[in-house]
């Protein structure tokens, strides 16, 4: 169901902002006018667009110095509507530009910091504004978006060290695809027309090349082109079934399941979790309304699961730590990690605990990145040594069964 935000008046005359899911925008009105409230402002909160996820509309570096430059002023005293008129952007393009003009009229207009970014999300993700969401609750924005940047820095340099890693072996197997192609197309029809012509025998390495050769020149662009449709009717109906919440809760229990995708995805969703929990609690926000705030603001539905789960057990008795394991059943958080969050539960020391937690899982995903990395160039080579040999046996197994027959 679509989420509106809106502003309206109580019955003391105060504005008040907040959001409310409803089918229409007539719809929300009138269940706000039905809750005693004065209508000021209803506005759609549409969802990023399928575009964006293909291009960047602002470069991640300008987006973390834009959220850190935030968290100086902020933390300086400095009001929210001055700090947005103060960092009007001028780079990262007319769209960033228009996006922050937008914030500050929202902003100004008496939506939150956060909701206002929710009417952006090409250039705020769902990461960011339940980082602010959680600041503002707590009191301590600031602080929440130098953290938030941080992680934002993180993903950056992820991104960039995996690209990095990922360039040798995308040139190695580009120029192969293309020496291979040429040798399928131009070399092998011609190199074995002339072992047909002898009516010679062929080995079965150089049968099956010619098998394959002959297909894709007989049939290779009725495939492309029949393949065409479906093609982009199953992603177009891919793409729209990953944005509802059932879609994206299977697709991230199958990329937990992706082997060392899944276990780096698994240390994102194990960081962000504790570092959000953590950040919490150590503001003095009780348990149970840490994991309810936790539950609309983490980005993973996963983890907002996990967090609705832990606080129904907490609100029947349970410990944290007994919660956890409950909500859990052992899927997501290893046995380590709840053994620390006793310790910490026992000792007094549970943000400390969260902190050491998610820095240590950030850690973990950069050494998995490193080791990743490392592994990556052999196994491509061997793959393009596999596929020349093959090339080179099936080329020449001809002249040399030819040559023994004389």
Known sequence: MPEFLYIVKDREGNRVSGEVHAATVERA?????????????VDLVKPKHWIWYLIQPVKPSLLVLFVRQMATMIAAGVTIRRVLNSL???????????????????????YSLSQAMMRSPEFFSYFVVGSVRIGEHTGRL?????????????????GLRLKQA???PVVLLSACGVLV????????????????????????????????????ETYGTVVVCTLIGPVLSLSWLFFHWSRTRRGRLTLEKIMLRVPWYGLQIRRRMLAQYFRSFGT????????????????????????????????????????????????????????????????????????????????????????????????????????IGSMVAFVLLAAFMPIYQLASSF
Not at 92 to 110: C, H, I, T, W, Y
Request: overall charge neutral.
């Open 88 to 110: 009007m952007p001028q780079h990262g393009g007319p769209m960033f530009r228009k996006a922050v003009e937008r914030l500050q009229v929202d902003v100004n207009s008496g």
């Open 142 to 158: 600031a602080e929440t978006l130098d953290n938030c940047a941080g992680h934002l820095e993180k993903e950056f340099e992820y």
């Open 181 to 216: 192609g040429f040798i399928f197309t131009y070399m092998i029809p011609k190199f074995v027309g002339l072992f047909v012509d002898l009516q010679v025998e062929l080995p079965w390495a150089t049968q099956k090349l010619m098998d394959i050769t002959g297909f894709l």
């Open 166 to 168: 990922l360039i040798y």
């Open 280 to 383: 919490l609690i150590d503001s003095g926000v009780t348990a149970d309304t840490s994991l309810a705030l936790m539950g609309k603001s983490l980005n993973r539905v996963i983890l907002q699961n996990t967090a609705v789960a832990q606080l129904d057990a907490i609100r029947k008795g349970k410990r944290l730590t007994a919660g956890l394991r409950l909500a859990d059943k052992g899927r997501l958080f290893p046995p380590m990690a709840l053994e620390m969050i006793y310790v910490g539960e026992e000792t007094g020391t549970l943000p400390k605990m969260l902190e050491r937690l998610s820095n240590y899982y950030d850690e973990e995903m950069v050494r998995g990145l490193d080791a990743i990395s490392r592994l990556v160039e052999p196994v491509v080579l061997c793959v």
């Open 29 to 41: 009105a009138r269940r706000l006018q039905e809750r005693g409230y004065t209508v000021i402002r």
